[in-house]
C-alpha cells in the first residue's frame, strides 16, 4: 500500500501546514480525535444520578442521557462511513467535530432537561469519527504507520472511557456538570483546529451513490425501537403506543433488509451475512452490545444511590468513575492475549469464553452487592470477558470474506455493535423505569438486578450461538510447525485490534481457516 496522492500532493485547508509536518502529525491528530471521542461519549454515565436530581426527573428518565446519545451514533456511523469511502474524508470529520464542540456548549449552557438532550444527541455523532479516522489512516500512511494508527484507534474507546469517567466525573463534582461539558467544547474545539491544519484535503477517488432510501429507513428503524423501549415501561407494554411503535419498526426492517439486498450500492451490504462466521460475528456483536449497556452505566448509577434507600453506596462522582477504570484495563489486557489464545486452542471458543465471563461477572453482582469493592471486581471480570468477546468478533469476518470485501462486512458489524449499545442503554432505562414507583426518582434495587440478570442472560445466549453458528468444522487448532493453507496467513497477536477496524489490506489482514 503506497501513500496517496490526498496528503503526499493534494491540498488542505486554508493556512495548513508543511506537507511533511502534516503527514508526521496525522497519526496523532487522528488518534486524538478518537481518544476524545471515547472522552464525549462517557460525560454521560456518571453524570446521570446528579443531573436526575438537579432537573427533578426520575433515574430512568435521566437514562436518555446515553442512550440519545448511542442513538444518534448508530445513526451516524453508516451514513459517515459510506461518505468516507469518497473523496471528503476531511469534510467529514470536521463536520462531526464540529457537530460535537455545539454539543457539547449546547449541554453546558441548558437550562433543563430537554436543552441538554438535544446537546448530547449533537455530541453522538463524533461516534461515527473512528471509523472515519481509520479509513484516513490507511489512504494517506505508510502501511507501517498506518498499522500502527489503526491498532491504536482500535483500542481508545475502552481507554478513553476508562480515563474518562473518572475524569469528567472530578470536573463535575469540583465544579457542577456544566463544567464536565465546558471541558469536552474546549478539548475538542482544539482538535478541530489541529484537524483542520493537518488533514489531507479532497482525494481523488470516484463518489459512490449515496444510499438515501436505506438510510431513511434504517434511521427510522432505530429510532422507533429505542423510544419504544425507552418508554414502554412508563407507557405500557401493552399500550398502543408501544405496541405501534414495535410494529412501525419491524415493518419498516422489513422492507429495508430487501431493498438493501436489491440496490446494487446499498448503504450496507447485507450479503454478507450468509456466511456462517460473519453472521457469528454480526450476532454476537449485537447481543453482547445489548448486554454491556445492561452492566456500565446500571453499575455507574447502583454505586451511587445513597444507603438510605437500602441499597447502593452512595459513592462520590468521582468514586463512580473509577469503577470503569478496572473495565477499561482489563478490556485493553484480554485484546493482549487474544493471539496466545488463539495460538493454543484455536478460535471457536474464543466468543463463547470471553462471553461466559462477562455472564459471570454481571450475574455475581446481580446476586452479590453488599460491597462497594464488589463493583470493581465486577467491572474488571466483566472487562476482561467483553475485550476478549470484542477482540475475537472481527477475526471470523476478515477471515472469511475476500479481502476487497473486509470493510463492507466489518462495517455491518459495526453498525449492529452501534444498535446494539443504543438499545442497551434504552432497555436498561425500561428496566429501571419499570421498577420505580410513581413519584420515586429512584428504582427499587430489583430494577438494577433484573437489568444485570438479563445482561448476564444475554452473555450466555452470545456463548451459545457464537458456538453453534459456526460448524463443527471451525475454530481447529493447527498443530505447532504445521504449514498454513496457501490463502492463510497466520494471525498476529498485535493485529487483533486491527483486524476489528476492517482496514487491512489482503497482505497485513489475517485469515484463519481453522
Given at each position: 500500500m503506497?501513500?496517496?496522492?490526498?496528503?503526499?500532493?493534494?491540498?488542505?485547508?486554508?493556512g495548513?501546514?508543511?506537507?511533511?509536518l502534516?503527514?508526521?502529525?496525522?497519526?496523532p491528530?487522528?488518534?486524538i480525535?478518537?481518544s476524545l471521542?471515547?472522552?464525549?461519549?462517557?460525560?454521560?454515565?456518571?453524570?446521570?444520578?446528579?443531573?436526575?436530581?438537579?432537573?427533578?426527573?426520575?433515574?430512568?428518565?435521566?437514562?436518555?442521557?446515553?442512550?440519545?446519545t448511542l442513538?444518534t451514533g448508530?445513526?451516524?456511523?453508516?451514513?459517515?462511513?459510506?461518505?468516507?469511502?469518497?473523496?471528503?474524508?476531511?469534510?467529514v470529520?470536521?463536520?462531526?467535530?464540529g457537530s460535537?464542540?455545539?454539543?457539547?456548549?449546547?449541554?453546558?449552557l441548558?437550562?433543563?432537561?430537554?436543552?441538554l438532550?438535544v446537546?448530547?444527541?449533537?455530541?453522538?455523532?463524533?461516534?461515527?469519527?473512528?471509523?472515519v479516522?481509520?479509513?484516513?489512516a490507511r489512504?494517506?500512511?505508510?502501511?507501517?504507520k498506518?498499522?500502527?494508527?489503526?491498532?491504536?484507534?482500535?483500542?481508545?474507546?475502552?481507554?478513553?472511557?476508562?480515563?474518562g469517567?473518572?475524569?469528567?466525573?472530578?470536573?463535575?463534582?469540583?465544579f457542577?456538570?456544566?463544567?464536565?461539558?465546558?471541558?469536552?467544547?474546549i478539548?475538542?474545539?482544539?482538535a478541530?483546529?489541529?484537524?483542520?491544519?493537518?488533514?489531507?484535503?479532497?482525494a481523488?477517488?470516484?463518489?459512490r451513490?449515496f444510499?438515501?432510501v436505506?438510510?431513511?429507513?434504517?434511521?427510522?428503524?432505530v429510532?422507533g425501537?429505542?423510544?419504544a423501549?425507552?418508554?414502554?415501561?412508563?407507557?405500557?407494554?401493552?399500550s398502543a403506543?408501544?405496541?405501534g411503535l414495535f410494529?412501525?419498526?419491524?415493518?419498516?426492517?422489513?422492507?429495508?433488509i430487501?431493498?438493501?439486498?436489491r440496490t446494487?450500492?446499498?448503504?450496507i451490504?447485507?450479503?454478507?451475512?450468509?456466511?456462517?462466521?460473519?453472521?457469528?460475528?454480526?450476532?454476537?456483536?449485537?447481543?453482547?452490545?445489548?448486554?454491556?449497556?445492561?452492566?456500565?452505566?446500571v453499575?455507574?448509577?447502583f454505586?451511587?444511590?445513597?444507603?438510605?434507600q437500602?441499597?447502593?453506596?452512595?459513592?462520590?462522582?468521582?468514586?463512580?468513575?473509577?469503577?470503569?477504570?478496572?473495565?477499561?484495563?482489563?478490556?485493553?489486557?484480554?485484546?493482549?492475549?487474544?493471539?496466545?489464545y488463539?495460538?493454543?486452542?484455536?478460535?471457536?471458543?474464543?466468543?463463547?469464553?470471553?462471553s461466559?465471563?462477562?455472564?459471570?461477572?454481571?450475574?455475581?453482582?446481580a446476586?452479590?452487592?453488599?460491597?462497594?469493592w464488589?463493583?470493581?471486581?465486577?467491572?474488571?471480570?466483566?472487562g476482561?470477558?467483553?475485550?476478549f468477546?470484542y477482540?475475537?468478533?472481527?477475526?471470523?469476518?476478515?477471515?472469511?470474506?475476500?479481502?476487497?470485501?473486509t470493510?463492507?462486512?466489518t462495517g455491518?458489524?459495526?453498525v449492529?455493535?452501534s444498535?446494539?449499545?443504543?438499545?442497551?442503554s434504552?432497555?436498561?432505562?425500561?428496566?429501571?423505569?419499570a421498577?420505580?414507583?410513581?413519584?420515586?426518582?429512584?428504582p427499587?434495587?430489583?430494577g438494577?438486578?433484573?437489568?444485570?440478570i438479563i445482561?448476564?442472560?444475554?452473555?450466555?445466549?452470545?456463548?451459545?450461538?457464537?458456538f453453534?453458528?459456526?460448524?463443527?468444522?471451525?475454530?481447529?487448532?493447527?498443530?505447532a510447525?504445521a504449514p498454513?493453507?496457501?490463502?492463510?496467513?497466520?494471525?498476529m497477536e498485535?493485529e487483533?485490534e486491527?483486524?476489528?477496524?476492517?482496514?487491512?489490506?489482503v497482505?497485513?489482514?489475517?485469515?484463519?481457516?481453522?
Amino acid at each position: 500500500m503506497s501513500i496517496s496522492g490526498d496528503i503526499a500532493s493534494g491540498p488542505a485547508g486554508p493556512g495548513a501546514l508543511p506537507r511533511g509536518l502534516r503527514l508526521r502529525l496525522l497519526g496523532p491528530t487522528l488518534v486524538i480525535v478518537g481518544s476524545l471521542m471515547s472522552v464525549v461519549s462517557s460525560l454521560g454515565a456518571p453524570l446521570i444520578p446528579t443531573i436526575a436530581h438537579a432537573d427533578g426527573v426520575s433515574l430512568s428518565t435521566a437514562e436518555w442521557l446515553l442512550t440519545i446519545t448511542l442513538m444518534t451514533g448508530a445513526l451516524a456511523t453508516p451514513l459517515m462511513g459510506r461518505l468516507s469511502d469518497g473523496p471528503r474524508q476531511r469534510e467529514v470529520i470536521l463536520a462531526a467535530l464540529g457537530s460535537v464542540v455545539a454539543g457539547c456548549v449546547v449541554a453546558a449552557l441548558s437550562n433543563g432537561f430537554a436543552m441538554l438532550i438535544v446537546g448530547r444527541g449533537l455530541q453522538g455523532v463524533g461516534l461515527g469519527l473512528l471509523p472515519v479516522a481509520m479509513a484516513v489512516a490507511r489512504r494517506n500512511l505508510a502501511p507501517e504507520k498506518s498499522r500502527q494508527a489503526i491498532a491504536t484507534l482500535s483500542v481508545t474507546a475502552a481507554i478513553g472511557a476508562g480515563l474518562g469517567y473518572p475524569l469528567t466525573a472530578l470536573i463535575a463534582e469540583t465544579f457542577d456538570f456544566r463544567g464536565a461539558y465546558w471541558f469536552g467544547a474546549i478539548t475538542v474545539g482544539c482538535a478541530f483546529l489541529l484537524a483542520a491544519f493537518v488533514l489531507p484535503g479532497r482525494a481523488e477517488v470516484p463518489t459512490r451513490r449515496f444510499d438515501t432510501v436505506g438510510a431513511t429507513l434504517i434511521s427510522l428503524v432505530v429510532v422507533g425501537l429505542s423510544v419504544a423501549l425507552s418508554e414502554a415501561g412508563g407507557w405500557g407494554w401493552t399500550s398502543a403506543r408501544a405496541l405501534g411503535l414495535f410494529a412501525g419498526s419491524l415493518v419498516l426492517l422489513a422492507v429495508w433488509i430487501p431493498y438493501e439486498l436489491r440496490t446494487t450500492d446499498p448503504l450496507i451490504d447485507l450479503r454478507q451475512v450468509k456466511n456462517r462466521s460473519v453472521l457469528t460475528a454480526d450476532t454476537g456483536g449485537f447481543l453482547i452490545s445489548v448486554a454491556m449497556y445492561l452492566l456500565l452505566p446500571v453499575v455507574v448509577e447502583f454505586v451511587q444511590v445513597p444507603a438510605s434507600q437500602g441499597y447502593g453506596f452512595g459513592a462520590s462522582l468521582v468514586v463512580s468513575g473509577l469503577v470503569l477504570v478496572p473495565y477499561a484495563v482489563t478490556n485493553f489486557v484480554a485484546s493482549r492475549f487474544l493471539g496466545m489464545y488463539e495460538r493454543r486452542f484455536g478460535t471457536r471458543s474464543m466468543i463463547p469464553l470471553g462471553s461466559l465471563i462477562f455472564a459471570f461477572g454481571t450475574g455475581f453482582f446481580a446476586l452479590e452487592h453488599s460491597h462497594l469493592w464488589e463493583a470493581f471486581v465486577v467491572s474488571g471480570i466483566a472487562g476482561f470477558g467483553m475485550g476478549f468477546t470484542y477482540a475475537a468478533m472481527p477475526g471470523f469476518i476478515v477471515r472469511a470474506v475476500p479481502a476487497g470485501e473486509t470493510g463492507s462486512a466489518t462495517g455491518f458489524y459495526q453498525v449492529l455493535r452501534s444498535i446494539g449499545l443504543t438499545l442497551g442503554s434504552a432497555l436498561s432505562a425500561a428496566v429501571l423505569m419499570a421498577h420505580t414507583h410513581a413519584g420515586s426518582a429512584l428504582p427499587e434495587v430489583s430494577g438494577f438486578r433484573m437489568a444485570l440478570i438479563i445482561a448476564s442472560a444475554l452473555g450466555v445466549a452470545t456463548a451459545v450461538i457464537s458456538f453453534v453458528l459456526p460448524g463443527l468444522g471451525a475454530g481447529r487448532r493447527v498443530a505447532a510447525g504445521a504449514p498454513a493453507p496457501a490463502a492463510v496467513v497466520p494471525m498476529m497477536e498485535e493485529e487483533a485490534e486491527l483486524a476489528g477496524s476492517g482496514y487491512m489490506t489482503v497482505d497485513d489482514r489475517t485469515s484463519d481457516t481453522r
